[in-house]
């Protein structure tokens, strides 16, 4: 039987602790959302271009829609976890990203398309960055930081993982058929591991005699800790998003395509690499200090892009940029019981700002005429970001 509470006293170091359980099934959900719902984006546009004719223009379009509807949805994703518990809300959203891609299998009119990336927004609202922190809040007091930090590690797989062997897939078999089969696969995985490993309702990681009253959204948004938070890590990732968007077209006049390719995958290894690293000592250390200095390093990198054409340094800050993307830090400073609440309020904010960046850093790059201004651009706003958040409430 499924445990239902757990209390700062069970052993979060002992490998038989159901909590291990919930990173392992939170784990597959992050391969899964991040492998199909961003990664895989830049395989449909190719093959439904090649397939239809359709524009990039038009399919880009959808991806946009996509993200600008999951910032508005997942401000509600606390709310659809108390309505409906955790199980039932994980498995719609397996459901709804099995439905996005069997309808991007089966299009045949760009409308359809759109529908299918709207379907995904629903897929992430259930598997993506709210609900996964949510889900092991619920389950660790002490080792919360190292557990988040192995679960979101399931992104960047899915970016190793996922979009190549689509891609292997579909020259094997064909689109509409590979993204049947991956769709199929996806629930086999999925749906055992979150029947068994993700209980249908919520633990309580705290004894209910100390838990501080549940916040409203409108206490969240007047509270100066939640703007030191969320604040910095918009403007981190107006620049980060948009450094990722453009990190081809950065690289690829200086160092070609095949090492332009290889900068991306490089980037991706260190950001495991240093989700890894830092979830060994995250809780012992200061989160603050920790988003800080990540945000900081990441403004070393730019610069030092700026300052060499030479491949091999080149090569190297990607790898130190990528170390420390997603080692942004936000878990001790707002009560337990509030916090996909507060989560939720801050990646709508840093969903719309990011959304911001690959458009800003385009028009900045078009004015300079090179990546020169948009890349220092990319490093204020991390530099500013790194001091915000050390400011602190007295």
């Known amino acids: 039987m499924q445990p239902t509470s757990v209390s700062p006293t069970d052993d979060e170091s002992s490998p038989r602790y159901f909590g291990w359980r919930v990173v392992v099934a939170c784990f597959l959900m992050a391969l899964a959302c991040w492998g199909f719902g961003l990664y895989g984006h830049s395989v449909y546009l190719a093959e439904l271009t090649r397939l239809h004719g359709w524009p990039p223009s038009l399919i880009s379009g959808a991806s946009t829609a996509t993200y600008l509807l999951n910032a508005v949805l997942v401000i509600f994703t606390s709310n659809a976890l108390a309505r409906f518990g955790a199980r039932r809300f994980v498995l719609a959203g397996v459901a709804a990203l099995a439905i996005a891609i069997t309808l991007l299998a089966l299009a045949r009119e760009p409308w359809q398309v ?7 927004s629903f897929g992430w609202l259930g598997l993506g960055l ?3 922190p ?3 809040s619920q389950w660790f007091v002490r080792k919360r930081g190292l557990a988040i930090s192995l679960a979101l590690n399931g992104a960047s797989f899915g970016g190793i993982v996922v979009a190549p062997l689509l891609v ?3 020259g094997a078999t064909g689109f509409q058929t590979a993204m049947l089969i991956a769709a199929a696969v996806m629930v086999v995985i999925l749906v055992p591991a979150v029947t068994l490993w ?3 309702h919520a633990a309580t990681p705290v004894p209910a005699q100390s838990a501080e009253p549940l916040w409203t959204r409108r206490d969240a948004l007047r509270s100066l800790p939640f703007w030191t938070v969320s604040g910095p890590f918009a403007l981190a990732l107006i620049a980060q998003v948009a450094f990722i968007v453009h990190q081809i077209a950065f690289m690829e006049p200086l160092v070609g395509r095949a090492q332009a390719a290889l900068s991306v995958s490089l980037m991706t290894v260190f950001a495991v690499t240093g989700r890894l690293t830092l979830g060994m000592v995250v809780d012992r250390l200061d989160p603050r200090w920790i988003s800080s200095g990540s945000m900081v390093s990441q403004a070393v990198a730019l610069f030092c892009m700026t300052q060499t054409t030479d491949a091999t340094l080149l090569l190297v800050c990607c790898a130190a940029y990528g170390f420390s993307v997603g080692n942004m830090i936000m878990q001790r400073e707002f009560p337990p019981a509030s916090f996909s609440l507060v989560l939720g309020l801050s990646t709508a904010i840093g969903t719309f700002a990011g959304a911001l960046g690959p458009g800003l850093i385009g028009l ?8 020169g201004a948009a890349l220092l651009v990319c490093m204020a706003l991390k530099i500013v970001g790194g001091a915000f958040v050390l400011v602190r409430q007295r």
Request: aromatic share 12%.
């Open 114 to 120: 759109y529908v299918a990336y709207l379907a995904m």
């Open 364 to 371: 900045i790059r078009a004015a300079a005429g090179d990546y």
């Open 134 to 136: 949510t889900l092991i």
């Open 130 to 132: 709210v609900t996964i």
């Open 198 to 200: 993700v209980p249908s």
């Open 168 to 170: 292997l897939l579909i």
